[in-house]
């Protein structure tokens, strides 16, 4: 049977109203017999209801990590880095998963108004454009951080890497390989990180002398399938591509899994760099060259800001962290594709 | 501002008890009040703390998911068939991570007791042992149901796959495959899921006429480098292992490292299968063979099942479903080894 306050009074022979405000530390009760209470309640392993609790302190030792999904690598290194430093704090973490909806997204945050959560640290889905309602909304209510994935329009604290600068050195790195005509694998939806990526391709492409490199971009999808099929067509066409950046990590698995279904060699027929967390990059036939997001320290750095945010009460509005990627060569882009001119 | 119940009742010229009441729905307001209370609440988009709300109705739509990890690829795929009937229902899933500590998983299940969530789905960690005094005693306050990892003293429902089949189906197929000096990369922790599949391994060993086949078991670690140290001098050694069963997908990682490392060729020197859920085990080099746990349905039916016993209040405690796996043959046990003897 489960402990509760009724059972506690009538035990001791006190009025509920007597325990519940004793439980409370209400000055109306007195100290002794509050220490009276608080011993029986301690000794029956007593658990207040924590909702109850809740509605009097107003903080609930709850933080919501809002993301698209877990399988990507580069989402569950981040999610480490958050409950690393929200444990130090004694706050429990609860992760919900929007899977790429908007809808979806729209729902849960709705539901995170009004109390359930002391903060939200958000990598929002592809659904989301630049702007949203209900996320200037939350943000006017509880601590809202932004991190990888941002809405341009919401003003709050964002924990971000270079992915201009790193998509450009992304495409220059296949250049100096050798690669004469390279593709950029862009994800569906228009986040800002997707934005960035592409532009520092079309820049680093534009600067090596190619015209019209916004021609040089693959769509792809948010089914894995169809995704399949585009990179398939884009990779056997006339054109002979021969370098790709890959955008995010699910596009660099269907990459492989194009060339591997057809025969096409990476690294000797076509070069591969991806954006992805992947840890096991370096056993993929052949190893993958990446470009590696600090997902950890950015998951580290969001948390960090969320708890000044909670604990002194400061204006984190204007925050804005930039974390670099780092460039991680293997076997993917081997080779100066010399023979090949 | 935030439309707070007070601000209602001054806007209609009403008591804060009135409004309190109507939107509780309460038999001592007129139906006309109620309406135009309610009205005019639905007009100011006003939301209710969900916390006072929990406190009356006493359900959440919370569901809380705990599992050690989501960088398995296991947990992320159960996680997703969860989620699709959890949707379905209008439910929230909470997903809590223990990081494969005993003392981590006891802290978030404490946590929730006493109305924070309306059912629990668990995976246990490592370092709970058959029996918990906390798992027990939440069992007796909301459903709980294990899927894939459970606590043998704890009586609920469970979801479970075959484990102790596969394994031995496992080892077959490396001795069939002509290995003669098979190992079994055991997980620390004393799990059950853990002990079925030493155990499959074990009798497949003896059938294949191995005498004290327990040798041929080698503990890891809960550490990656620990383990790729443990797996490093087991290949190494001059009893010249041909054959490796993988009992989780972070051991088989290892693996994979220590034969890239020192050049031990994959599957001519040694053939590995292991349990991995791992969607990408086909692009590694070599391809892996796995076995395949039913991941996604074994999350659909611990969720479905949880959701019967809230719906109607059934005893689930007996309930218990046995998913097969299934081995996907690819490179890495290629062969007949007969060269080798």
Redesign the interface.
């Known amino acids: 049977m ?1 402990v509760t306050i009724r059972k506690i009074a009538e035990d001791l022979n006190l009025a509920v109203s007597t325990v519940s405000k004793a439980l409370r530390d209400s000055h109306e009760i007195s100290d002794e017999t509050k220490r009276r209470i608080l011993d029986y309640a301690r000794k029956l392993e007593y ?6 609790g ?2 009097k302190n107003k903080t ?1 030792k709850n933080i919501a990590v809002v993301v698209p ?3 990507d ?1 580069f ?3 981040a ?2 880095g958050i ?1 690393l430093v929200a ?1 130090a704090k004694g706050y ?6 929007t ?1 790429e909806s908007r809808e ?1 997204e729209e729902s ?1 945050l709705q ?1 995170l ?4 959560v002391d903060g939200v640290l958000i990598s929002v889905s592809q659904g989301v454009g630049g702007n949203s309602l209900i996320h200037s909304q939350l943000v006017t ?1 509880l601590p809202l951080i932004f991190f990888d994935r941002a809405c341009d329009g919401v003003e709050t604290a964002r924990v971000l890497t270079d992915d201009f600068e790193s998509s450009y050195k992304a495409t220059q790195h296949l250049v100096s390989r050798g690669c004469r005509e390279i593709v950029f694998l862009a994800a569906a939806g228009e986040l800002s990180i997707t934005r960035q990526r592409r532009e520092g391709f079309l820049k680093a492409l534009g600067d090596s002398g190619v015209e019209k490199p916004e021609k040089h971009i693959v769509m792809c999808s948010e089914d894995d399938d169809k995704s399949f099929t585009v990179i398939k067509n884009a990779l056997m066409d006339k054109q002979a591509v021969d370098g790709v950046v890959c955008s995010v990590e699910k596009l660099a ?1 269907q990459a ?2 194009v060339c ?1 279904t057809y025969t096409l060699a990476i690294p000797d027929r076509i070069k591969i760099i991806a954006f992805s967390n ?3 990059a ?6 993958m060259t990446t470009v590696v997001q600090p997902a950890f320290a950015m998951g580290e750095a969001a948390a960090t800001l969320l708890f000044k945010a909670l604990a002194k009460k400061l204006d984190i509005t204007k925050e804005r962290i930039v974390l670099p990627s780092e460039i991680c060569e293997r076997d993917s882009t081997r080779g100066t594709g010399i023979f090949r001119m």
Do not use: C, K, W
């Not at 429990?92 to 998963?97: D, E, F, K, N, S």
């Not at 108004?113 to 359930?116: D, F, I, N, P, V």
């Open positions: 489960s658990i207040p209801n924590p909702y109850a809740s509605l609930t999904e877990v399988a690598t989402f569950s290194n999610i480490n409950e444990r429990h973490v609860m992760i919900y998963l899977h979806r849960i539901d108004r009004g109390g359930r209510e698995i492989y899994r591997q992947l840890q096991i370096g056993l993929l036939a052949p190893s």
